[in-house]
């Protein structure tokens, strides 16, 4: 993408502690109305930051847990990480399946340091960067999602009825997703 973005017209006048906590805010009421951890992270940040409602479309359900399963990489991560890449990943044009591009090994190299920054806070705040781990941090145990059983009690459980569940960690993800892109320079108030 490139270049510095300015925060979205109705937010500019927060400061940057107020953008952070409405960040969350953001990311907690489109998990409780919405759903989908991934696609409701990046639904935050679009909010305040305005970038291609693409990656909002492409951080669709079938990436957070895969799909359901709850089996794979948390969906809020995903949802961050996705918006990070937006700012920071390697284009396309640093591809090639004809030859070593030293930039493009470079450009790699600087997005997934700025992604892992993303994941150290998520181990250090739920102790995993997985679905199942984050659950068992929530609710004590982790829930497949696929099986309408489960289902239902992940919902008794308070999945998108208790703001400390999952809506906290998206709303965690949103936050901290835009604090990476305050402290890079990336965004600016």
């Known amino acids: 993408m490139g270049g510095i973005v300015r925060v979205s017209g109705k937010y500019r006048n927060l400061s940057r502690a107020e953008l952070l906590e409405k960040s969350y805010a953001l990311g907690v ?78 450009a790699l190299a600087a997005a997934m340091e700025r992604a892992s920054r993303l994941g150290e806070r998520f181990i250090r705040r739920y102790g995993s960067l997985l679905c199942p781990g984050v659950q068992t941090r929530l609710y004590g145990r982790p829930y497949n999602l696929k099986d309408p059983a489960e289902w239902d009690a992940f919902m008794r459980a308070g999945a998108h009825s208790d703001p400390t569940k999952c809506m906290s960690v998206v709303g965690d993800a949103a936050r901290w997703t835009l604090e990476i892109l305050l402290e890079e320079g990336a965004v600016v108030l």
Request: aromatic fraction near 8%; proline fraction near 3%; include cysteine.
């Open 29 to 106: 009421a489109f998990e409780a109305m919405s759903g989908s951890c991934s696609q409701c992270t990046a639904a935050a940040l679009h909010e305040i930051l305005g970038f291609d409602e693409a990656v909002v479309r492409i951080a669709s359900s079938s990436c957070g847990g895969q799909a359901g399963f709850s089996m794979g990489t948390c969906g809020a991560v995903v949802g961050g990480t996705m918006v990070l890449d937006y700012y920071f990943g390697r284009p396309a044009a640093l591809l090639s399946a004809e030859r070593v591009v030293p930039e493009g090994k470079q």
